[in-house]
């Protein structure tokens, strides 16, 4: 697709789709700057990539994201594509004493941290006139499952939105903005939150009756972030196996 000679930035690349992403990139000839919290996990997305800078890092320290431009152009000289995909959350409801701890933890990753790596990250891609590739979610979209994950609707709402205000706002320097916004897809996501249930009890909530690999995110992705996808900004493309659609 055209990424030889490109340099690439992605977040939470330790697994599920930033691993996939991070692996495809380095795949069609990209330098890829791989960003996470897990050494061991971030060594094993490496040994997949050809040409990989590895980024041990926690995007929601502001010292972090500050190191993480800088030894990316340090190392490449650059940055052409940005891929904010880190992400987490931590379940509760309106009703539980703890929902305004799991709203300031889920805000700070969903979207403090992107506003803050991609700001640092904007004057780098306007010299290169390259574009950004955020990894919102099919529940900044629906209410169906809303109930004990309100906070990652919520911030994955705004980070699509932030999307589209930030595509009108670098489309005169010549930088796309785009959004890809997955439904349910196997990562470590659950594991991670504590969420309890298994990703093939989703299936049946699919229009198509499965759930995504994380390859096929990173499919989509690596076209937005092309050249293919050159006359392409301020869009949001669904990749949930018929999760919007699905008729009850």
């Known amino acids: 697709m055209g990424f030889q000679d490109k340099v690439a930035i992605v977040t939470g690349a330790s697994s599920g789709i930033g691993a996939a992403v991070a692996i495809a990139l380095s795949a069609e000839g990209a330098s890829v700057a791989i960003v996470g919290r897990n ?29 993480i431009i800088h030894q990316t152009v340090e190392t490449f000289g650059k940055i052409d594509v940005l891929v904010n995909n880190a992400g987490n959350t931590r379940s509760a409801s309106m ?14 990753v969903n979207l403090r941290a992107v506003f803050r790596i991609t700001s640092l990250a904007i004057p780098y891609l306007i010299k290169t006139k390259g574009n950004i590739v955020n990894v919102s979610s ?10 004990q994950t309100i906070t990652y609707s919520v911030s994955k709402a705004a980070l699509s939105h932030f999307s589209g205000c930030l595509a009108a706002d670098l489309a ?3 930088v796309r903005v785009n959004t890809v916004s997955p439904g349910h897809t196997v990562t470590d ?4 939150s504590g969420f309890p249930g298994k990703w093939e ?3 049946a909530l699919t229009a198509l009756g499965k759930v995504a690999a994380a390859q096929e995110v990173a499919d989509l992705v690596l076209f937005i972030a092309s ?13 949930d196996n018929g999760f919007m659609i699905k008729r009850d």
């Open 138 to 147: 099919v529940s900044g979209h629906s209410t169906r499952l809303a109930m």
């Open 39 to 67: 050494q061991a996990k971030l060594a094993a997305t490496a040994a997949r990539c050809a040409n990989a800078l590895v980024i041990q890092a926690d995007v929601t320290n502001d010292d972090d994201a500050q190191r």
């Open 172 to 174: 005169p320097h010549g």
């Open 95 to 108: 009703f539980d004493e703890n929902i305004m701890a799991a709203y300031d933890f889920t805000m700070n």
């Open 189 to 192: 996501l659950l594991e991670n």
């Open 227 to 239: 050249d293919k996808a050159k006359s392409v900004t301020g869009s949001n493309y669904f990749c």
């Open 201 to 203: 009890d989703f299936a």
